[in-house]
């Protein structure tokens, strides 16, 4: 690279420490010399070697410093030092020493181990004495020294004391300390030898722009390779993106979006779709039963009679029913919705037929009783849609599905029998799963029975009805192994997830 | 979900023609059953409640060789008459009113074949006879059964048999109290005064029903050839259906039928009865449904295949089919056989125009306003818990409750936004910060005037959390919102146990309050376990919307 380019390219910090460097400084030494702070010669040093001025080399030196009782002992005395003192004169028992030196049992132990060993003891009767080795070694201080010189590089020291204090308990420690040593490449000889141009602009302002500074000077020139610290966009929740683009498709395709409370009475959820009092869906473990206010109100008389002869089997519809006795009270008992078909039951109810054809879409949380783990939740989302139109038929159920899961991004979508009360023909969807290279089961779909519609509508027409699941098709998107992570509202997750790209 | 497992060999067999395990896959998955695998010899299959005749071996057989065109059509069956009778008691009519019963004779069982038949008769008490309230099946051997046999209920006191799996006779009461089976189904009999029995001419109870037979007179073994079936319960139509399930099952497990005189105190009849149901039919509804153009001809060969009968313009339903309630499951069963796969795909020429919920759209431009000052939506769950919801917040507010939750976590639906942020921030203070957050979702109050007595809003929350987050930065919000609905607010000072006092304000819109702003007090953060301070603000959408409309 041309050296007067790269020149320019310097950073104001970098100028500061280019004119300290020689080769073999290290960072703690260019850090006093230049005056930058420790976190700036960190970055500068980074700076200067991705520009190949210059290499740094990790030396991890062995630093011997004191520990607990090596700083007391330098205060005090070494332990055998202080017990040699108490018979520098007189031969003493044990006992005698341990109190006169302030010894502990441990410490006078050591002391005793480490006096025979050495000959600097000797034991007369129950008396110690001073042996003239050890008025000796009384004399010499080089362990003192040796603990004063602290902290020290271990190659500077005394290998002998090293050794024999590093055995004992808690005198000296070891602490590894790493340092960058710095040197200089060929580039970085030249940079230090060059006269660098003072008179770079380093930032536009609104001085330069007035005075026309700008015109005949040069700008620093930017390593724009360099990371920059991250920020973060504003961002809608990933599941709402995908509710957003799914509510998209249906009004695309010139459906109607409906609404209504996530709490409703059974009525609706369960006895207007046909679906008999004893079905086990009705059951306490599927579905969210409310405490208080446990029951709700009915809709008009005329509905709800309609509604129950379907059921027992006794309408003027050409139907057998379930054949039981059907209950208001049970009909009355709140719960959360445990699908959107809900709100298809409350829009049949509220249409009028000369606005027909008619088709409404949904897309929204429904609820069922579970234990939460990695393939379950208790909320899940659902789309519905109703396509209201006496020309309906089958293949026509088939086509909305079709396209609607294509424009989802899932070509293939193929459709088994199933079976839902509500429904008549029933379909269970699978889509193909290109990325996996599998099917995969996504919800149901069906033609509504006339036990559904004729009370609700007041007419037999054919109405097309869905309710896939769309939380299977997020989790497969977004690549999530554990269904949960649809709802952990990770923020690091939320930031970084990938934002929806239809 | 009801899951059966069948032999491959067996199943074959049944069929009547060899399959590979690919034809097999496929052709279970399109005639309305929901395959889980097939592992050497073992199939696995998810059998609808609409298909109680599908839920044994033989049945399932009996299906797809009809579905692939081995044998098609209405099967018959032989009914030769025992001359045997039961006599149902006036006095069963308040406690169990209907009972079917049937003979087979012939049998050659085994351990297997035993087992397969009380796993299917478990399946039938659970689905059809929704766990044997509304249906209880009853099997004996014959050969120990002085007929005819009665139905009738009696004091508890005057009953008492060895039950099954016991040693020793009980008494009615000691068996709905001791007894394993007694005391699970207790409560099918609760406040009853008196108790359903079948009693043989000798006065040996066969049963109690739908509790349990008697060891004496109600065991099947391997060494049983004749036996004596009965369905007992509240439906005179599922006790028929259910028993013609077994019958025809026992049929395909080489057995041969007898007939038996059923004799109510108002009527009689020979059971079971086995001949189809005729239901009329019109091919231009079939036709008009499917979106295809059959003839009568080819719609009375798709019947054949789904095992139905067609004569003189009539469809003959076998009588083991639960779930043809009216013509449009006819037209389902000619889809079925006509094949879900070759069905073409149509999307009709209907002209009709889209539209989305206003509030909706009003939802969506706040979230793409708050979106712009950088704040990150979440997505909480509807449900949570008192101590989340009220304790740590130290504000009690009144909650909707749930009878009964898997989880005590989520036990309540929450009354307001801000407890579930918090809950957020709480689960994320690994995570750098600032932490702005906000999400729109729906609450839960009180409303006498509602149909459910339960009004739901939908409320936005906005919380900030940062080392120096203060109210200025949350009222820079609340500003810029309503700066950009170009809408004014007033706000007074309140008081409100979850916010710093003097730092707590009430915003009102013509008048009206719907919002909270301030910041979260440091009791409240603890709780939390938060350690940066957090400003927040909720609003009222639903309000807001309502206040702007009008």
Redesign the interface.
């Known amino acids: 690279m041309d050296i007067n380019i790269l020149a320019e390219s310097l950073h104001p910090l970098e100028r500061k420490a280019i004119p300290h460097l020689k080769n073999k400084i290290t960072d703690k030494e260019l850090e006093k010399k230049s005056g930058l702070k420790n976190a700036e010669i960190s970055r500068v040093l980074q700076w200067l070697e991705n520009k190949e001025i210059i290499k740094i080399k990790q030396e991890t030196k062995e630093i011997i410093c004191l520990d607990k009782n090596g700083k007391n002992y330098l205060r005090t005395n070494l332990p055998e030092k202080a017990f040699l003192e108490t018979i520098k004169n007189n031969p003493l028992s044990l006992k005698e020493i341990e109190s006169k030196a302030r010894l502990d049992k441990q410490e006078l132990n050591i002391s005793v181990g480490l006096l025979k060993k050495h000959n600097y003891i000797e034991l007369n009767d129950d008396k110690i004495s001073i042996t003239q080795k050890g008025k000796d070694f009384l004399k010499d201080d080089s362990e003192i020294k040796f603990l004063k010189s602290l902290p020290l590089e271990a190659s500077k020291l005394d290998k002998k004391i090293l050794k024999e204090l590093s055995e004992r308990k808690e005198i000296i420690k070891t602490n590894f300390e790493k340092t960058k040593v710095i040197e200089l490449t060929e580039l970085g000889e030249k940079i230090i030898k060059s006269k660098l141009d003072e008179n770079l602009i380093e930032a536009v302002n609104q001085d330069i722009l007035k005075n026309s500074s700008w015109k005949d000077k040069k700008f620093r020139r930017y390593d724009i390779k360099l990371p920059v610290p991250k920020i973060y966009p504003g961002k809608r929740h990933f599941v709402n993106q995908v509710n957003e683009y799914t509510k998209r498709i249906w009004m695309d395709l010139g459906f109607k979006e409906m609404t209504g409370p996530l709490l409703n009475t059974s009525f609706w959820n369960f006895d207007a779709l046909f679906t008999a009092q004893d079905h086990p869906v009705r059951e306490m473990h599927d579905t969210f039963f409310i405490k208080n206010p446990r029951s709700g109100k009915l809709p008009d008389k005329k509905l709800v009679n309609y509604v129950k002869e379907v059921h027992e089997g006794n309408s003027d519809l050409d139907s057998l029913g379930w054949q039981y006795s059907w209950d208001e009270n049970e009909a009355k008992r709140n719960i959360l919705r445990t699908h959107t078909t809900v709100l298809s039951a409350k829009t049949l109810n509220s249409l009028k037929k000369e606005d027909m054809p008619l088709k409404f879409f949904a897309v929204g949380k429904c609820f069922r009783n579970e234990t939460l783990d990695w393939s379950h939740l208790f909320e899940f989302n659902q789309t519905e849609g109703i396509v209201i139109d006496k020309n309906n038929n089958f293949r026509h159920l088939l086509g909305y599905l079709k396209q609607f899961f294509k424009k989802m991004g899932y070509e293939k979508a193929r459709f088994r029998p199933a079976y839902f009360p509500y429904t008549e023909f029933s379909v269970e969807i699978d889509i193909f799963d290109p990325q996996h290279q599998k099917w995969i089961e996504i919800g149901g779909a069906g033609i509504l029975r006339p036990e559904v519609v004729v009370p609700l509508l007041g007419e037999d027409i054919p109405v097309l009805a869905w309710g896939p699941g769309v939380d299977r098709i997020m989790t497969s998107v977004y690549k999530l192994k554990d269904i949960r992570e649809l709802y952990k509202n990770d923020l690091k997750q939320l930031r970084e997830i990938k934002i929806w790209m239809k | 979900m009801t899951m059966i497992k069948v032999s491959k060999k067996e199943l074959i067999k049944l069929i009547g023609k060899p399959l590979d395990d690919e034809t097999l896959k496929d052709r279970i998955?399109?005639?309305?059953t929901?395959l889980e695998y097939i592992q050497n010899d073992e199939i696995s299959v998810e059998i609808?409640?609409?298909?109680p005749d599908m839920l044994s071996c033989q049945g399932l057989a009996r299906a797809l060789s009809s579905f692939i065109g081995v044998k098609t059509g209405l099967k018959n069956y032989k009914i030769q008459k025992s001359n045997k009778q039961l006599l149902v008691d006036k006095s069963v009519k308040d406690i169990r009113p209907y009972t079917a019963c049937a003979i087979i004779k012939s049998l050659k069982l085994n351990d297997e074949k035993l087992k397969e038949i009380i796993d299917v008769q478990e399946k039938l008490h659970i689905g059809i006879g929704?766990n044997r309230?509304?249906v209880a099946i009853g099997i004996y051997p014959s050969e120990v059964i002085s007929y005819p046999i009665r139905f009738e209920a009696l004091n508890p006191e005057k009953i008492k048999f060895k039950p099954l799996e016991s040693n020793i006779e009980m008494s009615a009461r000691d068996i709905l109290e001791k007894h394993p089976k007694g005391k699970e189904y207790a409560h099918l009999l609760g406040g009853k005064e008196k108790y359903p029995i079948f009693i043989d001419s000798k006065n040996k109870i066969l049963s109690m029903p739908p509790i349990i037979n008697s060891d004496d007179t109600g065991k099947v073994t391997e060494s049983t050839k004749e036996i004596f079936i009965e369905c007992s319960g509240?439906?005179f139509?599922?006790c028929k259906i259910t028993l013609n399930i077994l019958v025809t099952m026992f049929v395909d497990i080489g057995g041969e039928i007898y007939s038996m005189d059923l004799i109510y105190p108002d009527k009689t009849y020979e059971s079971p009865d086995l001949n189809p149901r005729k239901m009329k039919m019109d091919i231009s509804y079939i036709n008009?449904?499917?979106?295809l153009n059959l003839s009568e001809t080819e719609v009375k060969e798709l019947l054949e295949k789904m095992g139905f009968g067609y004569e003189n313009k009539k469809v003959l339903v076998p009588a083991y089919r639960s779930d043809i309630?009216?013509?449009?499951?006819l037209?389902?069963e000619v889809?079925?056989a006509y094949g879900?796969?070759n069905?073409?795909?149509?999307?009709?020429n209907?002209?009709?125009?889209?539209?989305?919920?206003p509030?909706?759209i009003f939802k969506?431009k706040i979230?793409y306003l708050?979106?712009?000052?950088?704040?990150?939506?979440?997505?909480?769950?509807?449900?949570t818990n008192l101590n989340d919801h009220n304790e740590k917040m130290d504000n009690k507010t009144e909650v909707?409750?749930?009878?009964?939750?898997?989880?005590s976590d989520?036990s309540i639906?929450r009354s307001w936004m801000i407890p579930s942020l918090l809950k957020?921030l709480s689960?994320?203070r690994h995570?750098?910060y600032p932490?702005n957050?906000f999400?729109i979702g729906?609450t839960?109050k009180?409303n006498k005037e509602?149909?459910?007595?339960?009004e739901?809003s939908q409320r936005l929350a906005v919380l900030l959390s940062d080392a120096k987050t203060d109210f200025t930065h949350i009222k820079q919000i609340l500003d810029a919102i309503f700066l950009n609905l170009d809408l004014e607010y007033s706000i007074e000072e309140t008081e409100h146990n979850s916010f710093i006092p003097g730092r707590v304000g009430r915003i009102s819109v013509k008048g009206k309050n719907i919002a909270y702003i301030g910041e979260i007090h440091p009791k409240v953060l603890v709780n939390f376990g938060l350690e940066n301070p957090v400003a927040a603000l909720e609003i009222n959408i639903t309000e807001l919307f309502k206040l702007i409309n009008n």
């Open positions: 998955s399109m005639i309305g929901d609808f409640p609409n298909r929704r309230k509304k509240f439906s139509e599922s008009r449904l499917t979106g309630l009216h013509q449009i499951d037209a389902e889809a079925i879900y796969e069905f073409i795909e149509e999307i009709p209907v002209s009709t125009i889209g539209a989305e919920d509030l909706e969506k979230v708050l979106t712009g000052l950088d704040l990150i939506e979440t997505n909480t769950y509807h449900l909707v409750e749930i009878q009964e939750t898997k989880s989520y639906l957020v689960e994320n995570n750098s932490q957050i999400e729906s839960f009180f509602t149909e459910t007595g339960v739901e």
